[in-house]
């Protein structure tokens, strides 16, 4: 597992420890600030990392149909009542966006494709 992942499961345990208290908001700078800090110390981020920096929020945009600017923590709370309903609607969104991969693999096409793929890479030597 990731740091950054590592870090979110205690933030979620016990958020008041790390953020002050549970607030998608308060999440979301929190990240921005541990991103800089990790590049600021030449920390390069994992594969997993740089896969929630990049696709969580088109993921986000494409889930709810919406298109902005704003960051994902603002499309949240256009669905949520107060800031602890969408931290615990991030962790929710959160574990469904790392799932989704393996939901693709698991399609039927997919892993038809997967096999073909396979297939012709051994025929082929592409490798």
């Not at 870090?7 to 420890?17: A, S, T, W, Y």
């Not at 790390?18 to 110390?41: N, P, Q, W």
């Not at 096409?109 to 297939?119: E, H, L, Q, R, Y």
Request: glycine residues 4%.
């Amino acid at each position: 597992m990731s740091r950054l992942f590592e870090v979110l499961q205690k933030i979620h345990r016990k958020p008041g420890m790390y953020i002050g208290h549970a607030s998608v908001s308060d999440l979301f700078m929190f990240l921005v600030g541990y991103k800089t800090a990790l590049r600021e110390l030449k920390i390069e981020s994992t594969e997993d990392e740089m896969d929630f920096y990049r696709e969580f929020q088109p993921w986000l945009q494409q889930k709810y149909h919406v298109s902005t600017s704003n960051s994902w923590a603002k499309i949240i709370m256009l669905y949520c009542v107060n800031e602890k309903e969408g931290f615990e609607s991030f962790f929710k969104l959160l574990d469904e966006f790392l799932a989704r991969n393996k939901n693709l693999e698991s399609h039927p096409i997919a892993s038809a494709n997967k096999v073909v793929s396979k297939g012709l890479n051994d025929e082929y030597n592409f490798k």
